[in-house]
């Protein structure tokens, strides 16, 4: 059988990858994530199309399509529910995968490409994740896609015509829904390719461990051993995905998307799905309109400079107590971040949101300090 693998083009590459992958010994459960990832990516595409194919791009008809898809599709409320409380489990594997790499410096040379193709998959699964939010056209559909789009309008000179552009005419309307849909339906596998990169990046130099050090002198295949590993993930998850898909489904969703769009009647509280919240809330804790939207941005493209802020000589935190403290302080900053997205514009929120903000943008800005700072300490205590 393994000869067989070796020898045919296309099985050997899978067995490259799969089973015959020299693997550091000492992975924990958290490389688990990566592949979670790819299985959650699979059932999302599986999902979609499936309902994609009762779904109605139609500003009078999206909503009751959807009801149909619940009530007259044989499982179809299995098929809606699993592909909207999945697209949560994405961004929370996805922030634990980053959260991470952050932790073990994945992002350190050589895997400064690795790491910058996951950003970008990051990205875009934002992207996708926002427009598959407005496809229901409840009203929280309606108005977060309205309040969002509009963001294009700080802008400088083109600001307005770009928002007409992607509105398809001067409000979100039907052109809107149906470019929504377009693009919802096509960036899930634009992400596979990306995944696929992603993948062969990971293979030229091979995974981080937990130490950080190089593990080119103990490494095992990847199956059995990792494998199965995977697997318990895997079980893992589809539990909790079934406990909450049959008795929680609507844990994770906004209850204002059950009630149909309503141009006229605007929601007492807009806000994005809950994975988009920290983001929100950096946005709405600047007063100016284009700074607000330029620190939405950079908050997330400020991943890609990692790889040039750490200064430290030690790859990862495992033996940085001064790192471990601030990952820590950021990771709660973030989690705080989010908890202000959700509550209404008023204070005390505002003042704390700004000041989480600033100490979020700040981090990036103590990464560099605190490298140089261990590497002096390192340096006087071989000198002793």
């Not at 009801?67 to 489990?89: C, K, P, Q």
């Not at 052109?175 to 339906?185: K, V």
């Not at 943008?361 to 205590?381: D, Q």
Request: net charge positive; proline share 6%; with cysteine.
């Amino acid at each position: 059988m393994v000869k067989l693998l070796k020898n045919h083009s296309i099985l050997s590459i899978a067995n490259s990858y799969i089973i015959d992958s020299p693997s550091p010994s000492n992975l924990t459960y958290l490389w688990s994530y990566g592949s979670l990832l790819g299985v959650v990516l699979v059932i999302q595409i599986i999902t979609g199309v499936t309902l994609a194919m009762h779904y109605t791009p139609n500003i009078e008809m999206a909503f009751k399509s959807v009801e149909h898809i619940m009530r007259d599709v044989n499982n179809g409320w299995l098929i809606r529910y699993t592909h909207a409380n999945v697209a949560s489990f994405f961004f929370i594997f996805l922030y634990i995968h980053i959260a991470r790499g952050l932790y073990y410096g994945s992002y350190t040379r050589p895997r400064v490409l690795l790491w910058s193709i996951g950003v970008i998959i990051f990205v875009l699964t934002m992207a996708t994740g926002f427009l598959g939010y407005t496809l229901p056209w409840g009203q929280m559909s309606l108005w977060g896609a309205t309040v969002i789009t509009n963001l294009l309008s700080a802008i400088p000179w083109i600001g307005v015509s770009l928002v007409e552009f992607v509105w398809g005419g001067f409000s979100v309307d039907n052109a809107t829904l149906n470019r929504f849909f377009s693009l919802h339906y096509l960036l899930p596998f634009v992400l596979v390719g990306l995944v696929v990169l992603h993948l062969i990046a990971l293979h030229e130099h091979g995974s981080n461990n937990p130490l950080g050090v190089s593990a080119n002198i103990d490494r095992v295949p990847f199956h059995p051993y990792y494998t199965f590993k995977d697997i318990v993930g895997f079980l893992a998850f589809f539990l909790v995905l079934s406990i909450i898909v049959f008795y929680m489904p609507n844990l994770m969703g906004h209850p204002d998307n059950y009630i149909p769009a309503n141009p006229l009647v605007t929601p007492t509280h807009i806000q994005p799905e809950w994975y988009f919240l920290p983001y929100y809330a950096i946005l709405r804790s600047i007063p100016n309109k284009l700074l607000g939207v330029i620190a939405m941005f950079a908050a997330i493209l400020i991943l890609l400079a990692m790889p040039f802020l750490d200064t430290s000589r030690v790859r990862g935190s495992q033996f940085r107590p001064l790192m471990k403290i601030i990952f820590w302080l950021f990771l709660s900053n973030f989690v705080l971040l989010g908890w202000i997205g959700a509550k209404p514009v008023s204070e005390p929120y505002i003042t704390i949101g700004q000041n989480c903000s600033i100490l979020y943008f700040a981090w990036f800005l103590i990464v560099p300090i605190v490298g140089i700072l261990e590497n002096t300490i390192y340096e006087m205590r071989n000198n002793k």
